[in-house]
């Protein structure tokens, strides 16, 4: 086999990394995120480098690499500057931000600058809708920006001072908990919810999930104790537990607040999971845009290992061994779907799986596997702690205990908000101070679009499932946009693994851009929920089920919002003819009046 | 019907379809004679459910007829003009996102794409044509590489790997930018290890993997699919090996 050559400067920086992996193919994605942090991008060489290191084809190091939308196969520069691109970023001005460090570097979107320092590009929503706009630098959190606060990192990025010499204030991150009732307001001991489950018993502490009616927080809402029983009674060993932190949909931010100043919580719950079902081994997912949390995250579980929570025969029971490694995702919203995240977390891209079978009984590696969500994994501590009749007493019928809301739009107090599920969008509306609702978009960009007359509406599985995401917009707002603004995001995100989705995304999304250009008509309008047609019963997970639904909705809900954008035709053409024109023209040496295709041509 | 039959079948659009446990939905269709439209399966390659042309209703829900096991009782709802509305659509993605030019392809008449628009009265491709710019590989000997005319249905990722076991490509990007790549330092086919009489190279439904030298060798007309339309062909779906083409196209190198 041929061998390629890297530098050997870019080899010693690659060595150390891959040692630490034990040159384990599994942890390409991890790999990866690290050679970029060393060398800044991972050219074909590279990758090249990696296959042979590491003993897997070429083409597995490239399918992983192109996947994921923080892996840069060219040069972007020793500082890659990503701006948070989620509607809420918008209405805060991004956009005006974005051009402005445009202005001052001289920058083309998405090119890097002559002298290879610097890159400045739009990304998917960070998880900072509460304290946006939001940049990240090198994956790394920047909240509250303003125009100033763009001058003073153009001066540093020029000055090349190393990101970690940059002011602290920059990176800071709020909690912004407007609302706490029984997670966030309750107090952690640490080790009491592990003690307790441990007290109850495997079967006991199954039991009292079961009791508890505890529906997962991510969305789907299925209920825990059948996952964790399944993975249970799945007879093959190891068994895994996954706590899924890729909070990717737009405008939901509550995880990102748990495992800052609740982690206790989200481990506890893991340990009480891996008690529970028998498993040895768990990994946290963290979405790459929470490289922050990493850090405190990583000195967090090392303080459960030598408190005892963590390691060899936790809470004294001989046998229960169980450890949580972090994995960081890299730019891929649909790594919050359960078999994606897994599909990442052995190194690959992540395309979600054909199900059956279901992760309980072939997930990681082939084994049984449970994936929570990090509220979910909160919620267990609690009915550890106050058993599963205290809990399902609480909230409704269907939709046992509370909920957090990332609040986020339109409103004098964006924030966490938690509620007993039941709580009416009416009333979120006046806790945040949003008097001028028109709108809300709950449970993000693949959730729903719930107009004024819908206020009255509750949040709770059997009406208003979500995941946490409650963008709200004012009586300014367009609502085209913000349909819009979603389009582009599914577009973005697809992974392009089945047909209806990887083009569909990408034709509404057109669609809607021509609208936006006044050159759409009724056809248009048509088409979009003609698309929606195959999109919502044709694709092969989530994503693609639910990447029309925001048009859709708005489409009905807020038609003069579009109407007033169509042309006063039956038909425009798609294809633009005097653009069409423009390499000829280019060619011709020609650019005066008669070259090209007025009005009345 | 006896209690045993009913133990052992299910039915499509009313049709008792029998098959033996282990079979997917479309496997045991196609053994009955039943047509399912279909694109990125091949019988002699495991399930992968991506093009999403066989999507059924079972019981009220939708699936792939690909994956989805056969189970006693179900009821599949196939033929009718709601799903063949949408599998026109597909079609139509596909011919969209690519750069489909019938006319001037040597796989006209053998290619599934095409046969299944003709069958499926696909009349025009509807949506705005994306005029990709994607890279032809002419650098294997024997074999080329057109990517204008893939369809991201990962056969060949599947044969190279589970047949020949050489893991010659893989799909890689995102979204609209998914793209077939192969496994050589270079990327270039001439440089990796796939062979004439390698199964990646004859399982591609479209043109996208072409055998060099070979023009026009069965006249248009008398193909495979010119006979009869695609889904009056359930046997030859159903049966159908990867043709394992002798090494003697070769000589003239």
């Given at each position: 086999?041929?061998?390629?050559?890297?530098?050997?400067?870019?080899?010693?920086?690659?060595?150390?990394?891959?040692?630490?992996?034990?040159?384990?193919?599994?942890?390409?994605?991890?790999?990866?995120?690290?050679?970029?942090?060393?060398?800044?991008?991972?050219?074909?060489?590279?990758?090249?480098?990696?296959?042979?290191?590491?003993?897997?084809?070429?083409?597995?190091?490239?399918?992983?690499?192109?996947?994921?939308?923080?892996?840069?196969?060219?040069?972007?520069?020793?500082?890659?500057?990503?701006?948070?691109?989620?509607?809420?970023?918008?209405?805060?001005?991004?956009?005006?931000?974005?051009?402005?460090?445009?202005?001052?570097?001289?920058?083309?979107?998405?090119?890097?600058?002559?002298?290879?320092?610097?890159?400045?590009?739009?990304?998917?929503?960070?998880?900072?809708?509460?304290?946006?706009?939001?940049?990240?630098?090198?994956?790394?959190?920047?909240?509250?920006?303003?125009?100033?606060?763009?001058?003073?990192?153009?001066?540093?990025?020029r000055g090349q001072v190393p990101l970690d010499k940059w002011p602290a204030e920059f990176f800071r991150v709020d909690d912004n908990i407007r609302r706490a009732d029984m997670l966030l307001g309750t107090p952690h001991e640490p080790g009491k919810a592990v003690r307790a489950a441990i007290a109850r018993g495997r079967d006991g502490m199954l039991a009292e999930m079961k009791l508890s009616n505890l529906r997962g927080r991510g969305g789907a809402g299925f209920t825990t104790a059948v996952k964790w029983e399944a993975c249970r009674n799945a007879p093959a060993t190891p068994r895994y537990i996954v706590c899924n932190a890729d909070e990717g949909e737009p405008g939901t931010f509550k995880d990102r607040v748990l495992l800052q100043s609740y982690a206790g919580r989200v481990f506890e719950g893991m340990v009480i999971a891996a008690y529970t079902v028998g498993a040895s081994h768990g990994f946290l997912y963290l979405r790459g845009e929470y490289l922050y949390l990493l850090q405190p995250l990583e000195a967090y579980l090392a303080g459960m290992r030598a408190a005892g929570l963590l390691g060899r025969d936790i809470g004294g029971v001989a046998g229960f061994d169980f450890d949580i490694e972090i994995h960081l995702g890299a730019g891929a919203y649909i790594c919050g779907e359960e078999t994606a995240l897994i599909e990442s977390l052995e190194g690959k891209a992540g395309r979600p799986r054909v199900r059956p079978p279901f992760p309980v009984t072939s997930g990681y590696m082939g084994k049984p596997t449970v994936v929570n969500n990090v509220e979910t994994l909160c919620k267990v501590t609690e009915i550890a702690i106050n058993g599963g009749a205290w809990y399902e007493a609480i909230g409704t019928k269907q939709s046992t205990g509370t909920k957090i809301l990332s609040v986020a739009g339109d409103c004098a107090r964006p924030g966490l908000y938690e509620y007993a599920f039941g709580v009416r969008i009416a009333q979120v509306l006046e806790d945040c101070g949003a008097q001028e609702a028109i709108a809300?978009?709950?449970?993000?960009?693949?959730?729903?679009?719930?107009?004024?007359?819908?206020?009255?509406?509750?949040?709770?599985?059997?009406?208003?499932?979500?995941?946490?995401?409650?963008?709200?917009?004012?009586?300014?707002?367009?609502?085209?946009?913000?349909?819009?603004?979603?389009?582009?995001?599914?577009?973005?995100?697809?992974?392009?693994?089945?047909?209806?989705c990887r083009v569909g995304t990408v034709l509404m999304k057109e669609i809607m851009d021509k609208i936006a250009e006044g050159r759409g008509t009724q056809y248009e309008m048509n088409e979009l929920l003609r698309l929606q047609q195959v999109l919502k019963p044709g694709s092969h997970c989530g994503l693609g089920q639910t990447a029309g639904n925001a048009v859709a909705d708005t489409v009905q809900k807020f038609r003069p919002a579009y109407e007033r954008r169509l042309a006063e035709t039956d038909f425009v053409p798609a294809f633009d003819l005097d653009a069409a024109l423009s390499r000829a023209r280019e060619l011709a040496g020609r650019d005066d009046a008669a070259a090209h295709l007025g009005e009345e041509a | 019907m006896s209690e045993t039959s009913n133990a052992n079948s299910f039915s499509i659009d009313g049709q008792r379809i029998p098959f033996t446990p282990g079979q997917t939905i479309l496997q045991a269709a196609l053994a009955a004679g039943v047509y399912i439209p279909h694109l990125c399966h091949h019988p002699e390659l495991k399930p992968h459910g991506s093009c999403k042309l066989c999507t059924v209703i079972v019981n009220g829900r939708n699936g792939s007829a690909c994956t989805q096991m056969a189970m006693p009782g179900i009821e599949v709802e196939n033929n009718s003009p709601t799903l063949n509305d949408r599998r026109r659509v597909l079609l139509q993605m596909l011919f969209v996102e690519g750069n489909h030019f019938c006319p001037g392809c040597e796989k006209s008449g053998n290619c599934q794409l095409q046969a299944l628009a003709y069958d499926l009265e696909m009349l025009a491709p509807h949506f705005r044509h994306a005029y990709p710019v994607r890279p032809i590989d002419t650098t294997h000997p024997d074999v080329w590489l057109d990517l204008n005319r893939c369809i991201m249905c990962e056969l060949c990722v599947r044969a190279s790997r589970d047949i020949d076991g050489k893991n010659v490509f893989a799909l890689a990007g995102r979204g609209v930018d998914s793209h077939i790549v192969v496994n050589s330092p270079s990327g270039r086919l001439g440089d990796s290890a796939l062979s004439i009489d390698d199964a990646a190279v004859h399982v591609c439904p479209v043109g996208a993997i072409m055998v060099k030298r070979v023009g026009y060798a069965v006249p248009i007309g008398e193909r495979q699919f010119d006979e009869q339309p695609i889904s009056r062909q359930v046997d030859y779906l159903a049966t159908r090996h990867i043709p394992i083409v002798p090494v003697a196209a070769t000589e003239e190198r």
């Amino acid at each position: 086999m041929p061998t390629v050559s890297v530098s050997a400067e870019i080899s010693s920086l690659i060595e150390p990394i891959l040692q630490r992996h034990a040159w384990r193919p599994d942890r390409l994605v991890q790999i990866l995120r690290e050679v970029q942090e060393a060398v800044d991008f991972i050219s074909d060489e590279t990758a090249a480098h990696l296959a042979e290191a590491l003993k897997i084809p070429y083409a597995q190091v490239h399918s992983t690499r192109d996947f994921y939308a923080f892996f840069y196969r060219e040069n972007r520069g020793r500082y890659r500057v990503l701006f948070s691109d989620n509607i809420t970023d918008r209405m805060a001005g991004n956009q005006g931000l974005f051009e402005h460090m445009q202005k001052r570097l001289k920058l083309e979107r998405g090119k890097v600058s002559d002298d290879g320092l610097v890159s400045i590009d739009y990304c998917s929503c960070t998880g900072m809708c509460d304290q946006g706009p939001a940049i990240l630098v090198n994956n790394r959190a920047i909240t509250r920006m303003t125009l100033r606060r763009v001058d003073e990192i153009c001066d540093l990025i020029r000055g090349q001072v190393p990101l970690d010499k940059w002011p602290a204030e920059f990176f800071r991150v709020d909690d912004n908990i407007r609302r706490a009732d029984m997670l966030l307001g309750t107090p952690h001991e640490p080790g009491k919810a592990v003690r307790a489950a441990i007290a109850r018993g495997r079967d006991g502490m199954l039991a009292e999930m079961k009791l508890s009616n505890l529906r997962g927080r991510g969305g789907a809402g299925f209920t825990t104790a059948v996952k964790w029983e399944a993975c249970r009674n799945a007879p093959a060993t190891p068994r895994y537990i996954v706590c899924n932190a890729d909070e990717g949909e737009p405008g939901t931010f509550k995880d990102r607040v748990l495992l800052q100043s609740y982690a206790g919580r989200v481990f506890e719950g893991m340990v009480i999971a891996a008690y529970t079902v028998g498993a040895s081994h768990g990994f946290l997912y963290l979405r790459g845009e929470y490289l922050y949390l990493l850090q405190p995250l990583e000195a967090y579980l090392a303080g459960m290992r030598a408190a005892g929570l963590l390691g060899r025969d936790i809470g004294g029971v001989a046998g229960f061994d169980f450890d949580i490694e972090i994995h960081l995702g890299a730019g891929a919203y649909i790594c919050g779907e359960e078999t994606a995240l897994i599909e990442s977390l052995e190194g690959k891209a992540g395309r979600p799986r054909v199900r059956p079978p279901f992760p309980v009984t072939s997930g990681y590696m082939g084994k049984p596997t449970v994936v929570n969500n990090v509220e979910t994994l909160c919620k267990v501590t609690e009915i550890a702690i106050n058993g599963g009749a205290w809990y399902e007493a609480i909230g409704t019928k269907q939709s046992t205990g509370t909920k957090i809301l990332s609040v986020a739009g339109d409103c004098a107090r964006p924030g966490l908000y938690e509620y007993a599920f039941g709580v009416r969008i009416a009333q979120v509306l006046e806790d945040c101070g949003a008097q001028e609702a028109i709108a809300v978009q709950v449970s993000g960009a693949s959730g729903v679009c719930l107009s004024e007359r819908e206020f009255g509406r509750r949040i709770a599985f059997e009406d208003v499932p979500t995941a946490g995401s409650f963008m709200i917009f004012g009586k300014q707002r367009d609502l085209f946009e913000v349909a819009r603004n979603f389009a582009h995001f599914f577009a973005h995100e697809s992974c392009g693994f089945c047909t209806p989705c990887r083009v569909g995304t990408v034709l509404m999304k057109e669609i809607m851009d021509k609208i936006a250009e006044g050159r759409g008509t009724q056809y248009e309008m048509n088409e979009l929920l003609r698309l929606q047609q195959v999109l919502k019963p044709g694709s092969h997970c989530g994503l693609g089920q639910t990447a029309g639904n925001a048009v859709a909705d708005t489409v009905q809900k807020f038609r003069p919002a579009y109407e007033r954008r169509l042309a006063e035709t039956d038909f425009v053409p798609a294809f633009d003819l005097d653009a069409a024109l423009s390499r000829a023209r280019e060619l011709a040496g020609r650019d005066d009046a008669a070259a090209h295709l007025g009005e009345e041509a | 019907m006896s209690e045993t039959s009913n133990a052992n079948s299910f039915s499509i659009d009313g049709q008792r379809i029998p098959f033996t446990p282990g079979q997917t939905i479309l496997q045991a269709a196609l053994a009955a004679g039943v047509y399912i439209p279909h694109l990125c399966h091949h019988p002699e390659l495991k399930p992968h459910g991506s093009c999403k042309l066989c999507t059924v209703i079972v019981n009220g829900r939708n699936g792939s007829a690909c994956t989805q096991m056969a189970m006693p009782g179900i009821e599949v709802e196939n033929n009718s003009p709601t799903l063949n509305d949408r599998r026109r659509v597909l079609l139509q993605m596909l011919f969209v996102e690519g750069n489909h030019f019938c006319p001037g392809c040597e796989k006209s008449g053998n290619c599934q794409l095409q046969a299944l628009a003709y069958d499926l009265e696909m009349l025009a491709p509807h949506f705005r044509h994306a005029y990709p710019v994607r890279p032809i590989d002419t650098t294997h000997p024997d074999v080329w590489l057109d990517l204008n005319r893939c369809i991201m249905c990962e056969l060949c990722v599947r044969a190279s790997r589970d047949i020949d076991g050489k893991n010659v490509f893989a799909l890689a990007g995102r979204g609209v930018d998914s793209h077939i790549v192969v496994n050589s330092p270079s990327g270039r086919l001439g440089d990796s290890a796939l062979s004439i009489d390698d199964a990646a190279v004859h399982v591609c439904p479209v043109g996208a993997i072409m055998v060099k030298r070979v023009g026009y060798a069965v006249p248009i007309g008398e193909r495979q699919f010119d006979e009869q339309p695609i889904s009056r062909q359930v046997d030859y779906l159903a049966t159908r090996h990867i043709p394992i083409v002798p090494v003697a196209a070769t000589e003239e190198r």
